[in-house]
């Protein structure tokens, strides 16, 4: 078992309920599901377990698995990226959007809140735009594909 404070080291396919892929570690996986992008290095991740640096169930299931091992595991919405909420989707101002961000609100721009949240714009009217601060796969049951390759270091290690 890969014990809280250590480093683990793995590579992971994220995937939604129809199959279809949203994340992976590996180069092979993102070309053939068509999500490559050539400014992201695909190498294993690593992560303190136990720190809250992943998304709860992905930690959760790395906890429980052996190096080497690999596993499957289907998350709800709150093990994963959360429940949508309506809360989340808010409306503002347009004339303080453009000018604080200097560009006109077009739908689909990304916004980040004063808190330090990130968004995008869902619909530009004459005064208002609403933006949705949801992750975008909030709301949204998954499927992680999961190799623990190694876990180093420990509670000693910490810098």
Known sequence: ???????????????????SVFDTTDVDVAMDAGIYHDDRDYRPLEFRVGEETVIDGFDEAVQSMDVGEERTVELDPEEAFGEYSEE??????????????????????????????????????????????????????????????????GEESRD
């Open 1 to 19: 078992m890969v014990e809280p404070g250590r480093v683990a080291v793995v590579h992971y396919v994220g995937r939604l309920s129809d199959g």
């Open 88 to 153: 989340k989707v808010v409306e503002m101002s347009r004339d303080e959007l453009e000018e604080r961000s200097g560009e006109t609100a077009e739908e689909g721009d990304l916004v980040r809140s004063d808190a330090g949240q990130t968004g995008w714009i869902v619909d530009v009217g004459e005064e208002t735009v609403t933006v949705d601060f949801n992750h975008e796969l909030a709301g949204e049951p998954v499927e992680l594909e999961i190799r623990v390759l190694e876990a180093h270091g």
